[in-house]
């Protein structure tokens, strides 16, 4: 079974150049990262090594905290978190215009980051993904348009798609990372093989909320200005 969002009802008024060029970012990232474990998986290792989060060396590595973010396990991994970003994110850097939207994406995955690792912090593996960030562009966008709607593409022996409201499928997808990330504790401190980074997205969720309250938005009359009917 296989559930994404796919469109969202809320109109934007600006190009989303800074989410396209995160997306570029991550997609020419991961490129890289696959080109180096084709040619040698040794050269992949110590890549991750040098740029992905280990919550046990992250006081010497401070700057993991965003590379971190910029890196990826799989396909499946960052074409999921690319999609999420780019239907959610529009709507989150409209309003906030693009400088303050990306101080908003990079701080919203720093504290996703930390929050990780608060639950896990003598933890070895790597963390890596942009989904903390993500969240934080979904908690943003709850409390901006929780009136807009989602169009979910739902895929298990066909393909179909649905609505829904979008504070519906955000609250739902939020309550689905608490109840995960609870069941997980006391597994993760000390674990050798990676999972789901489930404070990861909790954190970054509720970073999104708090930092789109204190970032604000553009003013009314810039709209105003920018378009009209």
Same mark, same amino acid.
């Given at each position: ?8 009802s ?22 890289h ?27 010497s590595?401070?700057?993991?905290l ?21 239907v959610?994110?529009?709507?989150v ?13 990079? *701080? /919203? $995955? =720093?504290?996703? @980051? ?6 896990s912090? %003598?933890?070895?593996?790597?963390? !890596?993904? *942009? /989904? $903390? =960030?993500?969240a @934080?562009?979904?908690g943003?966008?709850?409390?901006? %348009?929780?009136?807009?709607h989602? !169009? ?7 393909i179909?798609?649905?609505d ?5 499928m955000?609250?739902y ?6 109840f ?18 489930f ?17 604000g ?13």
């Open positions: 079974m296989f559930i994404i969002p796919i469109k969202v809320q109109r934007s008024y600006t190009l989303p150049v800074v989410t396209a060029l995160i997306v570029l970012a991550n997609l020419a990232i991961f490129v990262q696959f080109s180096l474990g084709w040619t040698d998986p040794r050269l992949l290792n110590h890549f991750m090594r040098l740029y992905a989060l280990r919550p046990a060396f992250l006081w590595h401070p700057a993991t965003f590379t971190s973010m910029f890196l990826h396990s799989g396909w499946v991994h960052i074409l999921g978190n690319m999609v999420f970003l780019w959610f994110g529009n709507g850097e409209d309003e906030l215009g693009h400088f303050k939207y990306l101080v908003f994406y990079l *701080a /919203s $995955g =720093a504290v996703a @980051g930390l929050a990780q690792v608060a639950f912090p %003598f933890s070895h593996v790597p963390i !890596v993904g *942009a /989904s $903390g =960030a993500i @934080g562009v979904m943003a966008y709850l409390i901006k %348009f929780p009136r807009s989602v !169009v979910m593409l739902f895929w298990v022996l066909f179909f798609t649905f829904l409201p979008a504070w519906l955000l609250v997808w939020f309550l689905l990372q608490l995960g990330g609870f069941g997980s504790i006391g597994e993760s401190e000390y674990a050798q093989t990676g999972g789901v980074a404070f990861a997205h909790i954190g970054g969720f509720v970073a999104g909320i708090v930092l789109m309250r204190l970032l938005k553009r003013p009314r009359r810039w709209r105003d200005n920018y378009y009209s009917e």
